[in-house]
C-alpha cells in the first residue's frame, strides 16, 4: 500500500502570503491519479486538484498542483482569509485509494 | 446537479452490524466510468477510504477493513450501500459517501455521524 506523508502538519501563515504544502508518496504514483481537497470545519472536503496538475471546476486559479513520481506539491498563491482549512492529497494504487493525515493552514 | 445523501443509524452498538446507505440525485450509479465510494472521518483524524463499487457491479475494499466491510448497489433505487460488522468504538466516525473516477472524488455527501456505543 502506498503510504502518502504531507508536511507540514501545520502552517502558520497570514492573508496575502504563499503557502507551499508537500505531499510525498512512499512509491512511485502515477500523476493522473494524484488529487488534492481542500476540507472546512464540520464541511464535506471539496475536490480542489486532480490528474496533480488540473484545477477542478470553479477552483480559483490561486491554487495550482504540480510534482511528479513521489512529490507532489499544492501551492496557495496568495492567501485568502476563506482558504484557511485542512488540505488532503489523495492517489490511486492497486485498487485503492489512499489519502494523506493533512495539512492544516492556519492564521 | 449530482447529490449524494447519506442516511442510516447515528449509533450502533459494539459488535453489531453497521449499515448506511447512500441516495443519488442527478445522475445514476449506473452512469459508465464512475465509482460509487465510502470514505470516513474519526473525530478530529483524516480521511479512510472504506470501500467502492464501480458501476459494473466490481466492488474494492480498503485492506485493512476488507474482512468486515461490504459494499453492494440498487440501481434500480439510485442508491448504494455500506455493512460494517463486529464494529467497536474505532469505527466511530462522519461516514461520506462520494462519486469518484480512477483519479478523484469529485461529488461528495454531506456526511453522517456515526457513533459506536452502548
Known amino acids: 500500500e502506498i503510504v502518502l506523508t504531507q508536511s507540514p502538519g501545520t502552517l502558520s501563515s497570514s492573508p496575502g502570503e504563499r503557502a507551499t504544502l508537500s505531499c510525498r508518496a512512499s512509491?512511485?504514483?502515477?500523476?493522473?491519479?494524484l488529487a488534492w481537497y481542500q476540507q472546512k470545519p464540520g464541511q464535506a472536503p471539496r475536490l480542489l486538484i486532480y490528474?496533480?496538475?488540473t484545477r477542478a471546476a470553479g477552483i480559483p486559479d490561486r491554487f495550482s498542483g504540480s510534482g511528479s513520481g513521489t512529490d507532489f506539491t499544492l501551492t496557495i498563491s496568495s492567501l485568502e482569509p476563506e482558504d484557511f482549512a485542512v488540505y488532503y492529497c489523495?492517489?490511486?494504487?492497486?485498487?485503492?485509494?489512499?489519502f494523506g493525515r493533512g495539512t492544516k493552514v492556519e492564521i | 446537479q449530482l447529490q449524494l445523501q447519506e442516511s442510516g443509524p447515528g449509533l450502533v452498538k459494539p459488535s453489531e452490524t453497521l449499515s448506511l446507505t447512500c441516495t443519488v440525485s442527478?445522475?445514476?450509479?449506473?452512469?459508465?466510468?464512475?465509482?460509487w465510494g465510502w470514505i470516513r472521518q474519526p473525530p478530529g483524524k483524516g480521511l479512510e477510504w472504506i470501500a467502492s463499487i464501480y458501476y459494473s457491479g466490481s466492488t474494492y475494499y480498503n485492506p485493512s477493513l476488507k474482512s468486515r466491510v461490504s459494499i453492494s448497489g440498487d440501481p434500480s433505487k439510485n442508491q448504494f450501500s455500506l455493512k460494517m460488522s463486529s464494529v467497536t468504538a474505532a469505527d466511530t466516525a462522519v461516514y461520506y459517501c462520494?462519486?469518484?473516477?480512477?483519479?478523484?472524488?469529485?461529488?461528495w455527501g454531506q456526511g453522517t455521524r456515526v457513533t459506536v456505543s452502548s
Open positions: 442527478g445522475g445514476s450509479i449506473s452512469s459508465s466510468g464512475y465509482y
Open positions: 489523495q492517489q490511486h494504487g492497486s485498487s485503492s485509494w489512499t
Open positions: 512509491q512511485s504514483v502515477i500523476s493522473t491519479f
Open positions: 462520494a462519486r469518484h473516477w480512477v483519479g478523484a472524488m469529485d461529488n
Open positions: 490528474g496533480a496538475s
